[in-house]
């Protein structure tokens, strides 16, 4: 059993909570605080009840350009939560210890980039997680773990699996509604309805499979590359220009795709028209008028109208990726499209942080009854896997 925040005693106790506010970054700002404003409810909540909240977060990959401190994403806690968050430029030295020996409760210090210790960029077992510098100078400081951190559950680093191994582990609010929702599908109303699309077609075709097999997928519509690797898996000329796309991605795609279309030809939906760049402008060809020269780069409006017939009758909708590069204007048309129908399921459920991002472009993200803080770690949960960090919360 995980314990949640309603079994936590608070009052005065030091925690160290886990969140995932690693966000895109525009010059030194944040070019997206979604990620922030989730964990708001568990942070609010944890320094309402007198906790003393010592907060444990990273931002990008070591050598990726946003590879940054945490100093931006401390100010923007201060506006969201409507209190001050201290910021520590160390994560978890002597002066890290005593700024959290010194929290008053109902206070909050944002440790530094965890990801700035090696250690934390590693994949290790719990009990080797929990020997690590970070987990090992920083657990002596802590009461309890709290893990709101779900979009990096998936990784088995010390911030996420090493603290449960010292300190009694609690799961936030984002991660309690996450498990609730993701961890649940096979109780969701049918006809469930799968909609990949985006870039992670290896990723794509594995959740596909998965849930075809687990029979927890009536159909599944595919979009973007994704959708591209299926066209060429069934043998639609697409063109060079659209497979090299799809090949850049993934050397095995269109052979899995392929596999996969042999066992579940009936219930795999694949693009009817795509849309493609002629000049400037948009330009929509049917299947029978390809090859093109140029790639695809979104679906077209008799796919839109053959997904919306399905979608409209879908009891829960799950989706992940966009159905084309909706960053261009010029092919945002058949994501705005796909996601609208979505909502008008009974229940719809977005994953994905692109995702989430094209959605809020879009003026979407309203329509939806969950939409997932996880991007890899929501694929995972939805063949079927379980989360390290979710496994290490069950103590
Ligand atoms: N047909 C396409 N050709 C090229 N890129 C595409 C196409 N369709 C979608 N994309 C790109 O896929 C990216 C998002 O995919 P992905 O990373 O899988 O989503 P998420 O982060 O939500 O899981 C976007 O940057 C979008 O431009
Ligand atoms: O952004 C994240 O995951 P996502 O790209 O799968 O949504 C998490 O913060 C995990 O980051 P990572 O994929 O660098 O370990």
């Known amino acids: ?29 944040l070019d997206d605080d979604a990620r922030l404003r ?38 923007r806690l201060d506006e969201l939560l409507g209190f001050p968050v201290a910021y520590s430029d160390s ?7 005593e700024r959290i020996a010194g929290l008053e409760p109902g206070s909050a210090v944002l440790l530094e980039n965890t990801r700035f210790y090696s250690e934390e960029y590693m994949s290790f077992d719990p009990e080797a997680a929990a020997e690590t510098y970070l987990v ?7 009461d309890a773990y709290v893990n ?55 990723d794509s075709i594995e959740v596909a499979r998965s849930v075809l097999e687990r029979g927890l997928a009536d159909s599944v519509l595919t979009a973007g590359i994704v959708g591209n690797a299926f066209l060429l898996a069934d043998g ?29 030809s009936h219930r795999i939906y694949m693009p009817r028209d795509v849309a493609v760049e002629r000049g400037d402008e948009r330009c929509e060809f049917d299947l029978d008028e390809l090859p093109s020269n140029s790639p695809a780069m979104d679906i077209g409006v008799r796919t839109v109208a053959a997904y919306a017939e399905i979608l ?6 799950i989706l992940n990726g966009p159905a084309g590069v909706f960053e261009d204007d010029r092919f945002e048309t058949g994501t705005l499209e796909m996601y609208s129908s979505a909502t008008r399921a009974d229940t719809s459920i977005v994953g994905g942080g692109d995702t989430a991002s094209a959605l809020r472009k879009l003026d979407l993200l309203e329509g939806f009854d969950h939409v997932s803080t996880g991007g890899g770690a929501a694929l995972r949960m939805l063949t079927g896997d379980t989360l390290a960090g979710v496994e290490a919360l069950h103590r």
């Open 236 to 264: 639609v000329s697409l063109g060079a220009a659209s497979a090299g796309v799809v090949n850049e991605r993934s050397h095995d795609a269109v052979k899995n795709a392929g596999d996969l279309l042999d066992d579940f």
């Open 1 to 29: 059993m995980i314990r949640t925040l309603d079994d936590l005693d608070a009052e005065g106790a030091a925690l160290g909570v886990r969140v995932d506010i690693n966000s895109p970054i525009d010059g030194d700002g």
């Open 91 to 97: 994560t978890f030295t002597a002066d890290a210890r």
């Open 38 to 75: 989730a964990h708001v409810e568990t942070i609010a909540e944890l320094c309402r009840r007198g906790a003393r909240v010592a907060l444990l977060a990273h931002q990008g990959r070591p050598g990726g350009e946003e590879f940054t401190d945490l100093r931006a994403h401390a100010d």
């Open 312 to 317: 409209d009758d879908a009891g829960t909708a």
């Open 148 to 202: 709101d951190a779900f979009a990096t559950s998936h990784r088995r680093q010390p911030s996420i699996v090493g603290f449960p191994e010292l300190l009694d582990p609690y799961a936030g609010r984002v991660m309690e509604r996450e498990l609730d929702v993701l961890g649940n599908i096979a109780e969701s109303p049918e006809p469930r309805v799968y909609v990949l699309g985006g870039a992670k077609v290896d």
């Open 136 to 142: 090992e100078r920083l657990a002596p400081a802590l």
